[in-house]
């Protein structure tokens, strides 16, 4: 079992590489390609873990190594997790999908609409199998409102300093994008959950925040209104209520 979980942990792991790798640049899904040169590959040579360019003879990134152990990795432990909240047949292809969002999101600052799209689906068709439909889309509609109001605020604030200060401010505490995620990930967490999800999302984003800025004003780099991916704070919200929901819920 063990073995099989790997090859199929191998396999997320390199789908959601190649979906990060061309979506953001093509804006469709179309053949792998080498990361450096741009070269098309053929799949059974993308999928070889063991891979050089045949043109530039450039191996495989230290993203695509991490992303794809990371996936064996989460293949393991959630089908032998102890407090999942869903199955493993319905959980594994949500944290693939899960994994596109979080790559593009750190690596471009986008949360791309057809992946948004996608998202909805999904999220409807498992949060109707999981709460029903009129809880799923009290769900998507909370985590949509919410997050929109969030948007909001977020722009207002933003003007707001940029007359305190006499300038733009090109940074935004929140893209579109997060509040597309926020209503998807009210679909798959329904209602109420989709509160929970929320309130650990921030708890979880305040945290790494912190880290990041008490780190960047040792490394003495700190700049002031500097941008955080929101999105991979969401799905640690998503992920923290649909694998750990025991160990901080009653």
């Known amino acids: 079992m ?84 869903i199955d493993f047949l319905l959980g594994y292809p949500l944290l693939v999908y899960f994994g596109v969002i979080v790559v593009i999101d750190i690596e471009h600052r986008l949360i791309m609409h057809p992946v948004s799209l996608f998202g909805g689906l999904l999220g409807l068709l498992l949060g109707t199998y999981l709460h029903g439909f009129w809880a799923t889309v009290a769900g998507g509609l909370a985590g949509f409102g919410i997050m929109f109001g969030l948007y909001l605020l977020g722009i207002l604030f933003g003007r707001w300093m940029a007359r305190a200060r006499d300038g733009e401010i090109d940074e935004e505490a929140l893209g579109f994008g997060d509040v597309n995620l926020g209503g998807v990930l009210g679909l798959v967490l329904g209602w109420p959950g989709i509160l929970p999800g929320l309130v650990f999302s921030v708890i979880i984003g305040g945290l790494v925040s912190l880290i990041y800025l008490i780190g960047m004003m040792i490394l003495r780099r700190y700049r002031s209104f500097t941008a955080i991916p929101y999105g991979p704070f969401l799905i640690a919200g998503a992920v923290t209520l649909l694998y750990f929901r025991d160990l901080f819920l009653p």
Do not use: H, M
């Not at 390199?14 to 098309?40: E, F, G, H, I, K």
């Not at 040579?45 to 360019?53: D, I, T, V």
């Not at 003879?57 to 089908?79: D, N, Q």
């Open 2 to 85: 063990i073995a099989s979980l790997i090859v199929l942990g191998w396999l997320s792991g390199a789908l959601v590489n190649y979906v990060a790798d061309v979506l953001p640049q093509d804006r469709r899904l179309t053949q792998p390609r080498c990361s450096n040169c741009q070269v098309r590959v053929s799949w059974s040579r993308y999928l070889l873990p063991y891979w050089r360019c045949p043109t530039c003879e450039k191996g495989r990134t230290w993203r695509f190594w991490i992303v794809s152990l990371v996936y064996i990795g989460a293949a393991i432990w959630s089908w032998y997790s102890p407090y999942a909240a």
